[in-house]
């Protein structure tokens, strides 16, 4: 299968700021990107989101929004507690027509930034520059499908992004994050959903998933390819914010970590 995604060249160069990790991310990026379109799984032409942190946020607000991305088109925020520190994380997201997504921009940059000196101090300490990508996020094409929404769409949903989670050890030769999936609440207490979710997702352990109501409506499953967080998959349907909020909280507090190697490898 040949490769159906994008991500953008010269990030630097047209975000206009010096990203010291860029180079690395990106390019692990297409590598897991390229295994994951030649082992069957559909990824959409641009990425889902991009996870930067910075500090003050300014220093990256401001250039993405001379290239076009509006900050906090979701009229939300999302706290997001790493590493037993406090961060804030609020969406710059793309507008309807915009020419980036040609390019392979992400539909949001989630602009994470700590909240007091302590979360600061943590951040800086790895050494992946100010601002940096901590992960990149690929959109999961979905099923054709005309349903706005309903157990018909999350079971579509679950068995699909069940289908890729099981597919990552073989592809990858690593054991995927949880498999968050929020969903509307009338769905999560419909009495099918309970009798047939086992059977949707796989029979996944207790231990490989998490469900969660969503916020506002619409469907959200995501996962990080590999436990740690860089590379992640998310599969979207009719949702009115960037993220889940229960989502956010439960991904930062126990999925990610701001050291990802760098001081480590440093050190040695």
């Given at each position: 299968?040949?490769?159906s ?17 860029a180079?690395?991310r ?27 942190f910075?500090d003050p ?6 250039p993405?929004?001379?290239i ?21 994380n ?24 700590p ?44 068995r ?15 054991s ?63 949702t ?21 190697g760098a ?6």
């Open positions: 299968m040949a490769n995604f994008l991500l953008p060249d010269d990030f630097e160069q047209n975000l206009g700021i010096p990203v010291k990790n180079h690395e990106l390019a692990e990026a297409r590598e897991i990107g390229s295994k994951l379109a030649e082992g069957g799984i559909h990824l959409k032409a641009n990425p889902d989101h991009f996870a930067m910075t946020p300014r220093l990256l607000n401001g993405l929004k001379r076009g991305y509006i900050a906090g088109a979701d009229n939300r925020c999302y706290p997001s507690p790493v590493d037993g520190c406090d961060y804030i609020v969406a710059a997201s793309l507008p309807p027509h915009s020419h980036l997504r040609k390019q392979g921009w992400p539909e949001h940059v989630a602009v994470v930034h909240v007091d000196d302590a979360a600061c101090a943590r951040m800086f300490e790895q050494g992946y520059g100010n601002p940096f990508i901590h992960h990149i996020t690929f959109g999961i094409a979905p099923s054709e499908s005309d349903e706005p929404g309903g157990i018909g769409v999350a079971e579509r949903m679950i699909q992004m069940s289908a890729v989670y099981h597919r990552i050890p073989v592809l990858l030769g690593q995927p994050g949880t498999l968050i999936m929020a969903l509307p609440a009338e769905v999560l207490s419909a009495p099918e959903f309970s009798r047939n979710f086992g059977e949707w997702t796989g029979n996944l352990s207790p231990e490989q998933y998490q469900l969660q109501e969503m916020e506002g409506s619409g469907y959200l499953l995501q996962f990080f390819v590999f436990r740690g967080g860089k590379i992640e998959v998310a599969l979207r349907h009719h009115r914010q960037t993220f889940n909020p229960k989502s956010v909280h439960k991904i930062s507090a126990d999925e990610l970590s701001v050291d990802q001081a480590i490898a440093e050190a040695n």
